[in-house]
């Protein structure tokens, strides 16, 4: 029996992983630190690495969710798989010779014989599937068949697959036809034959023998017939068997001959001049794409769909907005974002002036830095502000620890730096968690305005939007200039309307006026 691998703890609030993806497959030789997998929680991705040399054995496949210390495969040492795999081609010497007089054993003598012996196994076929059943043989036992010639249909609960050959060679069946096979049992054996068995042979005679026993034995109860995916193809649109040509193994009617059948029959093609007759809905014209697609949630979008909801359902959440003038800062970011670069070796955002601006409001408004834990309110004397970053795996928010006592270009960089591990995919779960305020910036995207949702347990975040050129009165006069809509979402339980509001417009105030974020005023 092989080393277990079971799935690591990999953070205390973490209770389950996702295998994301196996970047190994079952029945690969590995090394010891070798990652195998990608494993996904609702928090982070983290690799799984082999803990000794030898075959892997995959035991849960890509998709499924499993437990922390559950068995995820099996590694089998190097030598025990050494010692056990002549075993089966051992039992199986015998058989060859009471296939002699059998035709289609003949031509096996001109192919050369390898005396290995290929075995074919279960594909992993979908990530929910766990077993399936042989539908058809399109061989039989002692056939001789090429590589990636069909020789079986092989019927799941969803969808029927063909199974191709893997090798050139002699068929051994082992699973019988309407036989259920868990994903990884095994299907049939190869006698390999070195070479194509229609090319091994030099003569014109010999080779062309090599394949017509089998298409004869199977047109005598193939031809005409349709597979069970085809057959339910033809009986979906109404139409005979009689009326599809098969060109599968024999003359069988395979998937494909009934798609184009049915593409066929829709084509309007012997339209001759007569007046359409209404009959239904319209038809779509040919090249319209109308196909769906199913995917399973990621662990981490079905934690984010979890969580907004629980938001919505127990918190008291309002929305408040305000407008700031961004020309101020605009202004000071153009005159000096040169020799701000040149100094700290980042670029000057609006991210800091936000940061800034949010901490210095907070410090006045404690309610809006707060948290409830069941019937008492936890007033937090820092900020830890978490930033919502999009990444392929969905949104994030890393946070910025003591944000409150951090630098313009401290902050600058500590943004670039969460951003980048979060598209990443790097993101520890203490980057993760424990923020006070959180700022969403939907601005990038070209938001206009919106009501973002808390991130619990924090009472309160920031929407940010785009910057557009707004007509304003200033001084008496109508003026252009670049004004963004700010919007506050907030917990009622805790924060009241005033703070809410005088929040708001302290950040507006201190952005307006940039230069009281540098003096602390």
Not at 72 to 96: L, T
Not at 165 to 171: D, R, S, T
Not at 280 to 306: C, F, H, Q, W
Request: charge should be negative; glycine fraction near 8%; proline fraction near 7%.
């Amino acid at each position: 029996m092989g080393i277990q691998v079971k799935v690591p703890s990999v953070g205390e609030s973490i209770s389950e992983v996702t295998i994301a993806n196996w970047l190994k497959k079952d029945g690969d030789a590995v090394k010891v630190d070798e990652v195998l997998a990608e494993l996904e929680s609702d928090k982070a991705t983290f690799e799984l690495t082999a803990q000794n040399d030898g075959v892997l054995k995959i035991v849960r496949q890509a998709g499924d969710t499993v437990p922390i210390g559950e068995v995820i495969c099996e590694i089998e040492p190097n030598g025990q798989a050494g010692a056990s795999k002549p075993a089966p081609a051992a039992k199986e010497e015998p058989k060859p010779a009471k296939q002699e007089n059998k035709p289609a054993a003949a031509p096996a003598a001109s192919g050369n014989p390898t005396g290995s012996i290929k075995e074919m196994k279960v594909p992993a076929v979908g990530e929910s599937i766990t077993e399936v059943t042989i539908s058809t043989w399109l061989k039989k036992d002692g056939d001789m068949v090429r590589l990636d010639e069909v020789i079986a249909e092989v019927e799941s609960d969803k969808a029927t697959f063909e199974l191709p050959a893997e090798a050139n060679g002699i068929l051994r069946i082992v699973a019988k036809e309407k036989e259920a096979l868990p994903i990884g049992g095994l299907i049939c054996r190869i006698e390999v034959v070195e070479g194509s068995p229609a090319t091994a042979s030099t003569g014109a005679a010999t080779a062309s023998p090599l394949p017509n026993p089998a298409v004869s034995n199977d047109k005598s109860y193939a031809a005409g017939h349709p597979s069970p995916a085809a057959a339910k193809i033809i009986e979906e649109k109404g139409m005979a068997p009689n009326q599809v040509p098969g060109t599968g193994v024999g003359g069988r009617i395979t998937k494909e001959d009934a798609q184009k059948a049915q593409a066929s029959q829709e084509k309007p093609s012997d339209f001759k001049g007569k007046a359409p007759v209404a009959s239904g809905p319209p038809v779509l014209s040919d090249g319209v794409n109308r196909n769906e697609r199913r995917e399973k949630m990621s662990s981490l979008r079905r934690t984010i769909a979890k969580r907004l909801v629980t938001v919505k359902n127990e918190t008291a959440m309002l929305t408040t907005f305000n407008e700031v003038d961004m020309k101020p800062v605009m202004d000071l970011r153009s005159r000096y974002k040169e020799k701000f670069k040149e100094k700290y070796g980042v670029g000057l955002g609006f991210m800091s002036f936000f940061t800034k601006a949010v901490c210095a409001a907070l410090k006045e408004f404690p309610a809006v830095n707060a948290s409830i834990d069941k019937d008492e309110v936890i007033f937090h004397d820092y900020c830890d502000i978490s930033i919502a970053v999009s990444t392929p795996r969905g949104l994030v928010v890393p946070v910025i620890r003591n944000a409150d006592r951090l630098s313009f270009d401290q902050i600058e960089s500590e943004v670039i730096r969460l951003a980048t591990r979060g598209r990443d995919g790097k993101l520890s779960i203490e980057e993760m968690t424990g923020g006070t305020f959180s700022i969403t910036n939907g601005g990038v995207f070209g938001s206009m305005l919106s009501t973002p949702i808390l991130n619990p347990p924090q009472s309160a975040i920031l929407g940010m939007h785009n910057i557009v050129e707004r007509p304003v009165a200033k001084n008496g006069e109508v003026v252009a200039r670049p004004i963004m809509y700010l919007a506050l979402s907030y917990d009622h339980r805790v924060v009241d309307g005033r703070e809410s509001v005088s929040f708001l417009v302290r950040v507006k105030e201190m952005l307006e006026d940039p230069g009281r974020l540098i003096l602390g005023i």
